[in-house]
């Protein structure tokens, strides 16, 4: 009897072995093997998520929006509140209102944030916070 339940415990540690190992496999893949060119450009410009409560979709919106703007601004010169204006847009443009951006090299922060509206991440060495809050109408 215990040589069976040893045998079985063991098929479900390498059955959850390879589902650990395919799932890392998988997220290398997709990060590694983007489908446009922005994607593998985005590998090569360390992007580095600090913190996260967003879909992955507009996750890689953003790390698009901020590359794309900072190979726009002239070398060793960063625009932080021109790159958070855009990102702040681009977001409210695209996903609604009540989006808001902090973007620099040191700050710090503590915020309340919708929920899968939340992204902390750095890119070279800039880091930016974008996040999504509740918009409540007024009632006069």
């Known amino acids: 009897m215990e040589r069976g339940a040893e045998k079985e ?18 997220n290398t893949e997709q990060h590694d093997d983007g489908d446009d ?7 090569r410009s360390n992007v580095h998520v600090r913190a996260c409560d967003m879909p992955l979709p507009l996750q890689n919106h953003a790390f698009q929006c901020a590359r794309q703007h900072l190979d726009s601004m002239p070398a060793k010169k960063l625009g932080s509140k021109l790159l958070a204006l855009a990102l ?5 443009s695209s996903y609604g209102p009540a ?3 902090i973007v ?12 899968g509206g939340f992204l902390y991440f750095s890119i ?3 880091f930016i916070l974008l996040f999504k809050t509740a918009v409540q ?4």
């Open 137 to 140: 109408p007024l009632n006069h």
């Open 99 to 101: 989006w808001h951006c």
């Open 104 to 115: 620099g090299t040191s700050f710090g922060s503590y915020v309340t944030h919708s929920v």
């Open 37 to 43: 060119s922005t994607s593998s450009s985005l590998n």
């Open 88 to 92: 702040k847009k681009e977001f409210d």
């Open 9 to 26: 415990l063991d098929r479900r540690s390498k059955f959850l072995h390879s589902l650990i190992q395919n799932k890392k496999k998988t």
């Open 124 to 126: 070279d060495k800039v």
